[in-house]
T-cell receptor
Framework: GAVVSQHPSRVICKSGTSVKIECRSLDFQATTMFWYRQFPKQSLMLMATSNEGSKATYEQGVEKDKFLINHASLTLSTLTVTSAHPEDSSFYIC???????????FGPGTRLLVL | AQSVSQHNHHVILSEAASLELGCNYSYGGTVNLFWYVQYPGQHLQLLLKYFSGDPLVKGIKGFEAEFIKSKFSFNLRKPSVQWSDTAEYFCAVNGVFSGGYQKVTFGTGTKLQVIP
């Protein structure tokens, strides 16, 4: 099946720094990728849709200047958390649709801890 | 807007017991329905999906789900659970909006603990 990878798997950073998370589709091309955030004991919350060659589409309440998304190629999307604060600590997951767009394949997630 | 609700947050069963996890969604348009599973320490994996056709869909590892349109439900079932089914289960809805835009909404998840 399709594989999606994320890097890094875990990152600890100081408050005020920026962190970049990569999402790659390893054996298929994805013109669209999705970024989710999962809080402890809560569901995945869609943050934004990353579109190759155009601007990302952000969900209501998600700051686009805070969470910068760049879909650099058909196999890579990056999420940069700018000026991170402790409340940004969370589990960030990306996914990419495959097989006509109906099935999502998820990355393993990135655990971000902001001190 | 679309939403998904899962009624059970934490379910504890003995091995060989039957399982049914509830999932209800709200969305007025075309939807695709999914159940995902997340085993401890692993990432989300697709368990089964419904797009159209037979409302009773069978997935991997003996799981099945039934789409009941009139009830906006897509409950997950397994006749006899095993210890290895211990995981968190997420119901998800992929709504198709105008212009072909699709958005996936997840339920809050159900933690299943199977006791040997």
């Amino acid at each position: 099946g399709a594989v999606v990878s994320q890097h890094p798997s875990r990152v600890i950073c100081k408050s005020g720094t920026s962190v970049k998370i990569e999402c790659r589709s390893l054996d298929f091309q994805a013109t669209t990728m999705f970024w989710y955030r999962q809080f402890p004991k809560q569901s995945l919350m869609l943050m934004a849709t990353s579109n190759e060659g155009s601007k990302a589409t952000y969900e209501q309440g998600v700051e686009k200047d805070k969470f910068l998304i760049n879909h650099a190629s058909l196999t890579l999307s990056t999420l940069t958390v700018t000026s991170a604060h402790p409340e940004d600590s969370s589990f960030y997951i990306c996914s990419a649709p495959w097989a006509g767009g109906e099935t999502q394949y998820f990355g393993p997630g990135t655990r971000l801890l902001v001190l | 807007a679309q939403s998904v609700s899962q009624h059970n947050h934490h379910v504890i069963l003995s091995e060989a017991a039957s399982l049914e996890l509830g999932c209800n969604y709200s969305y007025g348009g075309t939807v695709n329905l999914f159940w995902y599973v997340q085993y401890p320490g692993q990432h989300l994996q697709l368990l089964l999906k419904y797009f159209s056709g037979d409302p009773l869909v069978k997935g991997i590892k003996g799981f099945e789900a039934e789409f009941i349109k009139s009830k906006f439900s897509f409950n997950l079932r397994k006749p006899s659970v095993q210890w290895s089914d211990t995981a968190e289960y997420f119901c998800a809805v992929n709504g198709v909006f105008s212009g072909g835009y699709q958005k996936v909404t997840f339920g809050t998840g159900t933690k299943l603990q199977v006791i040997p």
